[in-house]
């Protein structure tokens, strides 16, 4: 494979870079994680990573040309990702300061939720862009190409997200009183808040 494929390993390097820093999908994670318990974050992580991987497949196949095309297009999709995502970060700034071991109630992301979430984010259209741009090569087997990158950003970004994950849920054993989980919450909200108005202002 590496002498059919030769930037596969670097593409690598690139996904695990780009799926473990901190980003909205990370922090949610994490939140997610340590409000609901580990099993909470898995259909976030699984929606997420599924959704990034068919959209670098998508991309490789022509599908995101309209986003360089019409760049009114691509500044819609920016401003309602910043409102979906100043959403959550309200939803959760007042989520109630209850314990979390009583917190199992409140409302969660979802599988879905964590999709529609990359579907709507320019900055993963223009991630999947540059991805097979950079990696995908051309000639025959290009397509080929394009569904090893798809796969290979899922296989990467499950463990990339696990670990933000199994960050939260470590969190836990500190937010069992109503005032530790109401600084936990505010502090997920700011992160969240400012990851997704800094994509606009820089």
């Known amino acids: ?18 799926s473990i820093t901190p980003g909205p999908t990370n922090i949610l994670v994490l939140s997610n994680s340590a ?3 580990l099993a909470a ?16 497949f998508l991309v490789g196949t022509g599908a995101g040309a309209s986003l360089t095309q019409w760049p009114l297009l691509q500044t819609i999709m920016q401003w ?7 959403y959550l970060a309200w939803q959760i700034y007042r989520a109630p300061a209850v314990a979390i071991a009583t917190a199992q109630a409140e409302q969660r ?18 991630m999947a862009l540059a991805v097979v741009s950079v990696f995908a090569g051309v000639g025959e087997h290009r397509f080929a ?5 798809s796969l290979a950003f899922f296989l990467v970004s ?17 937010l069992r009183s109503p005032r530790a989980m109401q600084g936990f919450n505010g502090l ?10 800094l994509s606009v202002m820089l």
């Open 1 to 18: 494979m590496p002498s059919t494929f030769p930037t596969l390993l670097p593409f690598l390097l690139f996904a695990f870079v780009a």
């Open 80 to 86: 309602a990702g910043v409102a979906w995502l100043s």
């Open 158 to 174: 499950l463990p990339c997200l696990g670990v933000w994950a199994l960050l939260g849920a470590g969190s836990s054993r500190w």
């Open 35 to 37: 409000r609901f318990g």
């Open 41 to 56: 974050a898995v259909p976030i992580i699984l929606g997420a990573c599924a959704s990034a991987a068919i959209l670098v």
């Open 109 to 126: 992301l979802g599988l879905l939720g964590a999709a529609g979430l990359q579907w709507i984010n320019p900055k993963t259209w223009m």
């Open 188 to 197: 997920m909200a700011l992160l969240l808040l400012g990851s997704a108005w």
């Open 145 to 149: 190409h394009v569904l090893y990158l």
